[in-house]
């Protein structure tokens, strides 16, 4: 007999059209410190700053909200950069000698960073025709020379060869090798070992055919390109490191491999000079490490900036990581937590000016960025308005707070400011300013939270391209720890030589990783949130605007109550500080409950309208009225064969014996279950027939995909009671006919438990305060899933199928009320499937089996509203699922119908997929390293994304290569947005070219605000996260090879400005 299985009809276009105007998949922004930097430069003219990665990336920031990102074909190091002044083209040098040259190009009325040139040198010198070993013509340094028309390549065989930056093509016949230097040099020092390979190259501001060269030996060379002749000689013996030539030439700096440096002074009529002016070793006499660079800038004022990295003593401090700043007799040594890339002065760099006067130092180190005022006395850290280290101390949750009031944004903004007090006399602010922002200020706020390994919660604004530090929390004070002992070590050593001064705030260890914060929410109405740890701390807290003194109150809640056999042999609980407690200004703690065994929390949610919190562990699940600071339930939800859970995730006494017990188990288990299936064969086909019933459809005969059969998993797998997912909803779950509070919780196992509560209400309309009162809680229903799939997440949805507002929400008129007139429904997202459930009844009205048609496991999922950009009014609530293989697919609701799906993280990126936080606009963010948040959105309408302008000049007769027109190629950041304004005569944008006429749209269409996340808050919390290697981040950012297919050069006559839009 033939069977048949019906779907739903076909495609509809109408409802494909209106897909189209909900729906789009873009990554837009990478937010965070770019993983594993290897090279700096920065463009004194166009203030803008470029860093290069170990994974070939190259990434451009100015002012907050410029940036834009390019990718190398090969995947190499990057380990030089250099700009070309004022044209927006960057040359690269990667750790396989191949130069590359960048530049911002239009293309369909777009611009993105690509690669237009790449260039290699021969293996075979063209001044002497002999071929060398490849590890002589390995690149050591580049230089720019002649108003970057020209480009300089030191060796490792010694040789200087020139490069024309415009076409990047070897200019024959200028090269100068080693040979010609030596015959420079006198008899006694042109004996014994050779030169050694090319450290350094230093230009000339006032003259550029001069180039100042420095040799691995120890030698220096003023070299004159124009005469083709040495000028100078400086005969130095000790191993060269790097070299800084003054401003009008007359002083040559060196710095060397034994922790010196020394001064030379060309003398007028010598072309010879044996010994330096000055030569120290500033942290000896006892052997120190080498100074890596140098730089000298001498001031108006008076006196002169020296500064350097490296050089300390090597017995005492060789593994510090230190940048010293020295002026006249103050010394400053500037100690950072991770190792140091490079450094660059902002300062002046016309040749007309006599002074460099320098007016900021940024430093590059391997975790964050640090900037710091030389015009201020004591030379501050100037805050970062962008490329904050999110992970100073390691990731370990996160969360979205939408539409944030704006009361409530001063209020953080303000407890972060006293935090990090400015000096008044500060003149100087972020001097990374090239380029104009061209977004619209966001007419709604966003947060995004994280908890971190060392206790603390980090407030950034997430409104914009710019992910800003506003606020951190810190949670490690309410406990006793032993950081204090090592305050009074900092402290106590601060007076010793060298004058050490911490700097940055990366910092990767923890004083106990019992602090770690496991699960946070905020209540934007009422400033109070909750922060869950790994040691079962659950503290609730109050947002206050001044510093206050007060006593913590300390409540337990055991969740095995009393249960015998079960025997906790993880971690300790952490120990509160008793007394009163002085707390500075912003999220001060008022209550601190206790989950007993102290485990780590899993799931946390909160109701400030009811004064209820609720908590979840490994072991259970407690809720807790933090009005009367009294616990209202606890629940053990453990099976008698949940052993592993009693472990701890600290704990390092594993039964190997029993884990071997439970395989072989499994395999009894699915052997038996293999030969029970003949047996079994009426009761399947029973299932399958009543399979068809359910899902028939009279409209359309086209046949459905075969669902994979899923086995059930065994109620006694370890872990199994271990709580997922708690949530609090005014609804139907006694009778229909009358609603109020419930809490749902679910686990591991596939169990949900719903609540009853009592709630005292209060009798005046307008209090918000919910009067004091006991609060009871009563099991309402219980829902065993078929599968015992772990379930994710559970939302009740209202008359209209759209979910329950958030507290105080309806009450404030902040949102619509619920619909209470029609029946209920509770969506319940298991790992495997999406089902609905009718209430207060339970019975099932709808689901979806991810599972059995797609092959995958749900990891995260959250409901969002989708708003079309066809029509301002029209929004649908979907839900946005993402998958254990990356994949992102979207759901009707309550119908869960598939809309569309979308490939976003790598399957092989584990802490990516983990780290996943959706918001409740149809955006998301997750982890593509350890430092750095990847953007991306679902909506068509909502996106936040790059709009800026730069202004650029080309020189005359300049070669530049273009792309055809082309489709957008995936950039590191996805789609960044420039545009390039044009400049007239004088230097001021062209009015005539302004408006960007490759593109149909008008400005202000372009230019409107895009509308950012509202409404509600997102709880989604991410359970822990790990390191991302080199290979995520390369594999993500994806392949530029289309690009060389499309590389042409047009050679134009004259300097051309454009303006270039980028959307």
């Known amino acids: ?121 021969p293996s075979r010198p063209g001044f002497d025709g002999a071929s060398a070993p490849p590890s002589l013509m390995r690149v050591t340094v580049v230089l720019l020379v002649a108003a970057g028309d020209m480009a300089a390549l030191g060796t490792e065989g010694g040789s200087v060869f020139f490069l024309d930056v415009t076409t990047l093509t070897l200019l024959e016949g200028q090269t100068l090798g080693p040979d010609e230097v030596l015959r420079s040099l006198p008899d006694d020092y042109r004996c014994g070992k050779a030169l050694g390979p090319v450290e350094s190259l230093q230009g000339h501001l006032r003259d550029p055919t001069k180039i100042l060269i420095g040799y691995s030996r120890g030698l220096l060379v003023i070299w004159n390109q124009a005469a083709r002749c040495v000028d100078h000689v400086f005969l130095g013996n ?67 900036f020296i500064i350097f990295s490296g050089g300390m003593p090597r017995a005492s401090y060789g593994d510090r990581h230190c940048v010293s700043v020295l002026r006249a007799e103050v010394l400053v040594t500037l100690d950072f937590t991770s190792r140091i890339i490079d450094f660059f002065t902002v300062h002046s760099t016309r040749p007309e000016d006599e002074y460099d006067d320098p007016q900021a130092l940024a430093v590059l180190l391997e975790e964050e960025l640090v900037v710091l005022d030389l015009q201020t006395p004591g030379w501050p850290a100037v805050p970062a308005p962008y490329l904050a280290p999110l992970h100073s101390s390691a990731i370990t949750c996160s969360a979205h707070v939408a539409n944030v009031p704006a009361k409530l944004w001063a209020r953080i903004v303000s407890a972060g400011e006293q935090q990090s007090p400015q000096p008044a006399s500060s003149a100087s602010s972020w001097p990374i300013t090239g380029g104009r922002s061209l977004a619209q200020e966001p007419s709604q706020r966003g947060l995004l939270l994280t908890g971190h390994e060392d206790g603390t919660v980090r407030f950034w604004d997430a409104s914009g391209v710019a992910l800003r530090p506003l606020y951190k929390l810190s949670t490690a004070g309410l406990f006793q720890t032993d950081c204090e002992h090592a305050d009074s070590l900092a402290q106590a050593a601060e007076d010793d ?26 209540c934007k109405y009422t400033a109070q949130m909750v922060v869950a740890g790994t040691a079962g701390q659950v503290l609730v807290l109050e947002l206050s605007d001044v510093p206050s003194e007060h006593v913590v109150s300390v409540a337990s809640v055991d969740l095995l109550q009393d249960r015998e056999g079960f025997t906790w042999k993880g ?171 419930t809490m749902w919780a679910g686990t591991n196992s596939g169990s949900v438990f719903a609540y009853a509560l009592e709630v005292p209400v209060a009798a005046g309309a307008g209090s918000e305060k919910r009067p004091e009162g006991m609060v009871e809680a009563v099991l309402g229903k219980e829902v065993q899933l078929m599968h015992r799939a772990p379930v994710v997440a559970i939302a009740v949805l209202d008359g209209r199928g759209r979910p329950l507002p958030e507290p105080y929400e309806a009450s404030r008129d902040l949102a619509q009320a619920p619909d209470m007139q029609g029946g209920h429904a509770v969506l319940i997202a ?88 959706f918001t409740r606009h149809g955006q998301g963010f997750y982890l593509i390293s350890p430092s750095e948040f990847e953007r991306f959105s679902l909506s068509a309408r909502n996106i936040t994304e790059p709009l800026c302008s730069l202004d650029i000049s080309w020189p005359r007769n300049a070669t530049r290569a273009r792309l055809r027109e082309s489709p957008k190629l995936s950039q590191a950041n996805g789609t960044p947005s420039i545009i390039l304004a044009p400049q007239s005569c004088d230097g001021s944008p062209d009015p005539a070219h302004s408006k960007g006429t490759d593109t149909s749209e008008p400005l202000e269409a372009v230019l409107s605000p895009m509308s950012v996340d509202s409404a ?9 996260t790990g390191d991302v290697t080199v290979e995520d981040v390369k594999d993500f950012l994806g392949s530029s090879e289309e690009s060389e297919k499309n590389l042409r050069n047009l050679v134009e006559d004259e300097a051309r400005a454009c303006a270039i839009l980028i959307k």
């Open 1 to 121: 007999m033939m069977k048949f299985r019906f779907r739903r009809q076909g495609a509809d276009p109408q409802r494909e059209k209106l897909k189209q105007e909900l729906f789009a998949f873009n990554k837009t922004v990478e937010h965070g410190f770019p993983n594993q930097p290897s090279a700096l430069a920065f463009d004194p003219e166009l203030r803008i700053m470029a860093i290069g990665t170990r994974s070939g990336a190259v990434k451009i920031y100015g002012a907050p909200g410029v940036e834009f990102t390019g990718l190398h074909r090969d995947t190499a190091t990057v380990t030089q950069m250099h700009f070309l002044p004022g044209q927006g083209r960057l040359l690269t040098l990667l750790d396989d000698s191949s130069l590359h040259l960048w530049e911002i190009i239009h293309h369909n009325g777009c611009a993105h960073l690509e690669e237009a040139l790449s260039f290699q040198l």
């Open 497 to 522: 030589w060298p004058p050490f001064r911490k700097v940055g705030c990366f910092d990767p260890y923890s004083d106990d990783p019992r602090l770690g914060v496991q699960k946070v929410s905020l």
């Open 238 to 304: 000790q191993q060269l490191e790097s070299l800084c030539w003054g401003r009008d030439g007359s002083t040559v700096t060196s710095s060397h491999s034994d922790g010196s440096y020394a001064v030379w002074s060309p003398e007028v009529g010598s072309s010879l000079a044996l010994q330096p002016t000055v030569a120290t070793t500033p942290y000896g006499p006892f052997p120190c490490k080498a100074i890596n660079k140098i730089l000298w800038r001498n001031c108006e004022s008076g006196g002169h």
């Open 830 to 917: 298991s790992e495997e499937q999406f089902k609905v459930f009718t209430l207060p009844k339970v019975s099932a009205k709808t689901k979806f089996k991810l599972t059995a048609h797609e092959g995958c496991r749900v990891r995260k999922v959250a409901l969002a509203t989708f708003a079309s950009v066809a029509c301002e009014d029209y929004a649908e609530t979907c839900l946005a699922c993402l998958t254990n293989l990356g994949d992102v697919h979207v759901f009707s609701v309550p119908g869960l119908r598939p809309q569309v799906h979308y490939s976003c993280i790598r399957k092989e990126d584990i802490s990516g997929i983990a780290s996943c936080v």
């Open 571 to 741: 971690h300790e609980r952490l120990s509160p500080r008793t007394g009163l407690l002085p707390w500075a200004a912003g999220f001060q703690p008022r209550v601190l409950v206790q989950c007993l065994p102290p485990a780590a929390v899993t799931a946390v949610t909160l109701h400030t309208e009811w004064g209820l919190v609720a908590f979840g562990t490994s072991h259970g699940f407690g809720l807790f009225d933090y009005q009367r600071k009294s616990p209202v339930l606890a629940r053990c939800t453990l099976h008698p064969n949940d052993s592993l859970a009693m472990e701890g995730p600290l704990s390092r006494v594993k039964s190997l014996k029993k884990s071997l017990r439970q395989s072989f188990r499994r395999i009894r288990k699915s052997r038996v279950s293999g030969k029970k299936r003949a047996a079994n064969a009426n009761s399947k086909l029973q299932e399958a027939n009543a399979q068809l019933a359910e899902q028939a459809c009279p409209h359309d005969v086209e046949m459905t995909p075969v669902q994979r059969r899923i086995e059930p998993r065994s109620a006694d797998d370890s872990l199994s009671g271990v709580v997922r997912c708690l949530y609090f909803a005014d609804t139907f779950l006694r009778d229909a006919a009358h609603h109020g509070p």
């Open 1016 to 1024: 509600t808050s997102a709880d989604t919390t991410l359970d822990t």
